[in-house]
């Protein structure tokens, strides 16, 4: 008879099922939480033939029947708010991703603790996935723990006298290597340690611990708790928390998110008349079931890399130094995280937009969310949880929940840039140009006056009269001359009345220069306006407005190379 099910071909499966190794350690992890471990060792030794991981913890254990059933592929479990596991296969997908179904894995686990006898308790199991392929069967030896076993437990255990759990794993070389490779880089898109911190921060900050030994090198690192908001440096006005309950009628089952902002509920949800979405003032009503509920935690920052250099710096992660660096750690850290239960289960960054306001674009980088819920079917459902856990995709959440949260992203970047942009000083303003005076008249001189009249010439006396003949009669004296007439006046110049000459629009200079040790790139200058926008070293500016508040944190040398850069432009135009 032809078995119903292949089990070499379901192992097989288990390697092309899009678990990335970071994803197969997180449920590793997820398991011991699950089990309600404080502590955790991942050990690692290359030193073996094959090589060994070991996943140790101090949870509550299992029995012999707890073991057999963990060797499960499939043993599907309730969501609860408590536990992070599901579906009963994370901890199958990781063993087989480990192993390449080309070794073995023992589980021993102390599910007892009697005062007297140190290996009360003690049960085993292990699974040879080289012989289960071979087979076709799925090859489990269980029992209480052996005398050959019993060393092993002794060297992993967190506490050898005391309940926990130690799984170890032949590892194939490919992978230990890539384990080895994520725990001593120095770039933080590539650290493990890094993305335990984050994805655990709950965890490890409530007094949870991981920790990484590198059996070889005798090295264990702590992974230290990394909050993605950073929410104990923010100050109250640069963060916001807003609770969400996620509904169903209890008639037609249609769903509506309902969130509390300014003391007040509201609903958004499609306005019948528009079909367009709109918010409603209303709180929930006795007429819905409520499936859920949520918090986003929204905060804003434009250092982030100087909130977080503490954390980076202790996990051995180099700071991003240049301009380009910075620029993509901001988009690597910016966007949207969703938080299931206690661990943060995907992550949706947003790259800087290239169009819109440009004083917005730096903002809507670095807003950063957290969108908090508590599992259950439902919940799990609206976010399209799948077997892995990790791979939750933006675009399946259901629609109304994730455009109510896109509208309070969006709420919350309009209020930041808002709040900036009314806090910078505003722009001198320029003196208003008189228009050009009309021409005038030259001034016209002023009449001349004509001269006094010359006063009378007096007769000259008589001579005295000889005894001859009486004298003749005195002249008549000369009539005084006439006043000269005065010049006519001279006739103004005709004035012809112009226009004031409205000024030419000038074609808006297009350049396009590039200054290699400045690294300036001008994109549009529109000189009458003294607006210059720049990409400088990867980020796009507006000179005018970032020459003070924003381009002086970038340094005194950089600020001064921005400015010759500016000005070398300003004089190739004149």
């Not at 230990?176 to 994520?182: I, N």
């Not at 019948?272 to 006795?286: C, I, R």
Request: charged letters at 20%.
């Amino acid at each position: 008879m032809t078995e119903a099910v292949s089990i070499s071909g379901l192992l097989l499966n288990l390697l092309d099922t899009g678990f990335r190794t970071q994803d197969n350690i997180g449920e590793m992890i997820d398991n011991s939480f699950g089990s309600g471990a404080k502590k955790i060792r991942i050990t690692l030794d290359s030193s073996t033939n094959p090589p060994t991981l070991v996943f140790s913890d101090n949870g509550g254990g299992m029995t012999l029947k707890g073991l057999e059933s963990a060797h499960i592929l499939h043993n599907r479990s309730d969501p609860s708010a408590t536990k992070d596991g599901r579906f009963g296969i994370g901890g199958a997908h990781a063993r087989s991703h480990f192993t390449q179904n080309k070794g073995s894995v023992l589980t021993i686990s102390k599910s007892e603790e009697v005062e007297g006898n140190p290996n009360a308790g003690l049960s085993q199991a292990s699974i040879d996935y080289t012989e289960s392929v071979k087979t076709n069967k799925l090859v489990i030896k269980s029992g209480e723990i052996t005398v050959p076993t019993l060393p092993k437990w002794q060297k992993y255990a967190i506490n050898p006298t005391k309940k926990g759990t130690v799984i170890i794993i032949e590892c194939a070389q490919n992978v230990l290597k890539e384990l080895l490779d994520m725990i001593n880089t120095t770039v933080i898109r590539e650290s493990l340690l890094y993305t335990l911190g984050c994805n655990y921060h709950q965890s490890l900050l409530t007094g949870s611990e991981i920790s990484i030994l590198n059996q070889v090198e005798k090295k264990e690192l702590k992974v230290l708790p990394i909050d993605p908001l950073v929410l104990k440096k923010m100050l109250p006005q640069f963060k916001r928390e807003v609770r969400l309950q996620y509904c169903a009628d209890k008639v037609s089952g249609q769903k509506s998110v309902y969130f509390y902002e300014d003391a007040a509920w509201q609903c958004r949800r499609i306005n019948p008349k528009s079909g367009k979405l709109k918010n409603f003032p209303e709180a929930p009503t006795t007429a819905l079931r409520k499936i859920g509920e949520l918090t986003l935690i929204c905060a804003y920052s434009d250092k982030w890399l100087e909130i977080q250099k503490d954390d980076l710096k202790g996990m051995s992660l180099v700071i991003p130094s240049t301009e380009d660096s910075n620029k993509e750690y901001q988009e690597l850290l910016s966007g949207l995280y969703i938080q299931r239960n206690s661990k943060i289960n995907a992550h949706f960054p947003i790259a800087r937009p290239d169009q819109g306001d440009y004083d917005k674009r730096p903002f809507i980088v670095n807003c950063h969310f957290l969108l908090k819920f508590t599992a259950s079917d439902e919940m799990d459902q609206a976010f399209k949880v799948l077997t892995n856990k990790s791979k939750l995709q933006e675009n399946q959440i259901e629609k109304n929940l994730h455009e109510t949260v896109e509208f309070l992203r969006g709420q919350f970047i309009n209020d930041q840039h808002k709040k900036w942009k009314n806090s910078q000083p505003a722009p001198p303003v320029a003196p208003p140009v008189a228009p050009p005076a009309a021409p005038t008249a030259p001034p016209v001189a002023p009449p001349v006056a004509p001269a006094p009249p010359a006063p009378p010439v007096a007769p000259a006396p008589p001579a005295p009269a000889p005894p001859a003949p009486a004298p003749a009669p005195a002249p008549a004296p000369a009539p005084a001359p006439a006043p000269a007439p005065a010049p006519a006046p001279a006739p103004p110049p005709r004035q012809i009345p112009v226009a004031p000459i409205a000024p030419v629009p000038q074609p808006q200079p297009q350049v396009d220069i590039n200054f290699s040790k400045t690294d300036a790139h001008v994109i549009i200058l529109e000189k009458g306006k003294r607006f210059i926008e720049i990409r400088y070293r990867g980020q796009y500016h507006i000179a005018e407005k970032y020459y003070t508040e924003h381009l002086m944190a970038l340094g005194p040398q950089r600020f001064k190379e921005w400015i010759l850069a500016v000005e070398k432009i300003n004089r190739l135009l004149e």
